[in-house]
């Protein structure tokens, strides 16, 4: 397969329901590696957006602990959730 061009888009959550949204072009010459390309557009839109990786998530904060939930008796032998 032929390629002529590359793009690359990133979004940018800026919060309050804001957002921001870069997308750059190339023209390849027969010559270029397509991969190579690619990679320098994530690089220069991800500098252009101050923006760093993803963020996984292994690395976000855990979850807010729930309190445990006790049935109450409300006769003897019946229990209401």
Known sequence: MKYTGVSYKRVKNLGNYESEHLELF???????????????????VKALLGVDEVVKPS???PPPKQM???PAIKEEGEIDF
């Not at 390849?28 to 190579?36: A, F, K, L, P, Q």
């Open 26 to 44: 190339a023209d390849i010459d027969s010559d270029e590696n397509v991969d190579d390309a690619v990679d320098a557009l994530k690089k220069k």
């Open 59 to 61: 690395t976000l904060p």
């Open 68 to 70: 445990p939930v006790k």
